[in-house]
């Protein structure tokens, strides 16, 4: 099982609409937990942090349930410019550290 | 200010042959990641450094490959001999001490696009 799975998507929605994409974890001592985004042939930048009572910034809101592993981003009113890679971060402790380990993403295309 | 540099943007090269990428991490931060993202695989955490010190090696795939940080401000990733299934964008990313990865707050590089024919 990988250690963060999400869906790839690509989920196409019109604009306005409102989208949410999920994430789960396997590893249970996963400490802290990101969204990032990464456009097109372009690097991942961090969207945001993801706090356990969840947290909203503009139009996007955030959510983790600890007790079923679970991490959510919603997307309201969504944009042309929300089109993109979304990335689910989880950090994990390791013999060797912290680890932060990315999900393959989940792909939105919003259009007119 | 400067972000993440990393050299060559675009590699070609044939397989068995060596390959260097490399990094500039930002001033000032002490966390240096080396990261492969294919689209099978996504990204994946190949190695980071603190301080310059290998902290966690176990995504290096094989003795192919091998990374070092002689310094604070300079990273190389290499892979020797390449073969076709090196073919990925290799990020490098860092993070400043005062972040850390508790805020999970990496700054990429634009990513070296590898091709090994």
């Known amino acids: 099982r990988k250690e963060v799975e999400q869906d790839p998507g690509p989920f196409n929605v019109p604009e306005g609409a409102t989208v949410a994409f999920n994430c789960t974890y396997s590893n249970s001592a996963s400490q802290s937990f990101f969204w990032y985004r990464q456009d097109c042939r372009k690097e991942p930048k961090l969207l945001m942090s993801?706090?356990?009572s969840g947290n909203e910034d503009g139009r996007f809101t955030a959510q983790l349930n600890r007790a079923s592993q679970y991490i959510s981003l919603l997307i309201r009113d969504s944009k042309l410019s929300d089109s993109a890679t979304y990335l689910c971060?989880?950090?994990?402790?390791?013999?060797?550290?912290?680890?932060?380990?990315f999900g393959t993403g989940t792909q939105l295309k919003v259009e007119l | 200010d400067a972000g993440v540099i990393q050299s060559p943007r675009h590699e070609v090269t044939e397989m068995g042959q060596e390959v260097t990428l490399r990094c500039k991490p930002i001033s000032g931060h002490d966390y240096l990641f080396w990261y492969r993202q294919t689209m099978m695989r996504g990204l994946e955490l190949l190695i980071y450094f603190n301080n310059n010190v290998p902290i966690d090696d176990s995504g290096m795939p094989e003795d192919r490959f091998s990374a070092k940080m002689p310094n604070a401000s300079f990273s190389t990733l290499k892979i020797q001999p390449s073969e076709p299934r090196d073919s990925a964008v290799y990020f490098c990313a860092s993070t400043a001490p005062d972040r850390g990865l508790g805020t999970g707050e990496l700054f990429f590089g634009e990513g070296s696009r590898l091709t090994v024919l």
């Open positions: 993801v706090y356990s």
């Open positions: 971060v989880v950090n994990i402790r390791t013999g060797g550290g912290n680890k932060l380990t």
